[in-house]
């Protein structure tokens, strides 16, 4: 089932990277180097405090989230405890859940045309970055054979 | 339409972060942009399509501009790959 609110082109787009442990600060920092610092991107990086569970960040990170806005959740693995409490405590109408996340698929959806609906920029970008997977030495040797060939 | 073709002369190519400033260059304008290298076209409106082209230094791809303001999106990519790329 898709989030309702596709249709809205003025909606403010936030994000949440949801790790176990500190990857989601690693996406973060690797992200302010690539395409700069973003507003409204939230970290949970759970299991790293024992005195925070992922349900408290969750509520204080969504108490900053209105209706007006959409909220993008990326996390580490389906399956996955993160994923799962993610599911439990924010699945609501404007928020999209994705997991398997890694840094082509998130600097993808970060730079989209805001006016483009949020449903067809997840498809679109997750197909583009499950082809950022590649056995590189395997396209080389790929490549030299063409280039033998030709 | 405005097609320009560009020698890539950065040793390194269009790498993530040149490529990203493409995408935010790209979001000025109201014009469609699209960047062919070979027989692949791809509009810049998405990192990983640009990164998809594998564009190397020394490498030659046609820009497209298409749209009201095709003359000043033009001007701003023609900057971007005739001097900001090599910067960066």
Do not use: C, W
């Not at chain 1, 924010?90 to 928020?95: G, P, Q, T, Y």
């Not at chain 2, 493409?22 to 699209?34: H, M, R």
């Amino acid at each position: 089932m898709y989030p309702v609110h596709d249709m809205h082109t003025e909606r403010t787009r936030k994000f949440i990277i949801a790790t176990h442990g500190t990857l989601a600060a690693g996406i973060k920092s690797s992200l302010d180097i690539i395409i700069g610092a973003m507003e409204n991107v939230f970290l949970i990086q759970a299991y790293v405090d024992e005195n925070v569970t992922v349900e408290d960040e969750l509520k204080a990170i969504l108490a900053q989230v209105t209706d007006d806005d959409d909220l993008v959740i990326f996390t580490d693995i389906l399956g996955g405890s993160v994923t799962n409490q993610v599911l439990q405590h924010a699945l609501r109408s404007n928020v999209y859940i994705i997991s398997g996340v890694n840094l082509p698929l998130i600097m993808e959806i970060m730079l989209a045309d805001t006016g483009t609906p949020l449903n067809e920029i997840i498809e679109e970008s997750i197909n583009n970055a499950k082809e950022q997977m590649v056995f590189v030495n395997k396209l080389l040797t790929a490549e030299n054979k063409e280039d033998q060939d030709d | 339409m405005i097609t320009t073709d560009y020698i890539i002369t950065a040793p390194q190519g269009m790498h993530a972060r040149p490529a990203t400033n493409l995408v935010k260059l790209g979001k000025n304008f109201q014009s469609v942009i699209s960047l062919k290298k070979g027989e692949k076209t791809v509009r810049i409106n998405s990192l990983l399509n640009i990164l998809s082209l594998s564009i190397k230094g020394g490498e030659t791809i046609s820009v497209m501009v298409d749209g009201e303001d095709e003359a000043d999106a033009a001007t701003a990519i023609g900057l971007f790959f005739t001097q900001q790329l090599k910067d960066q």
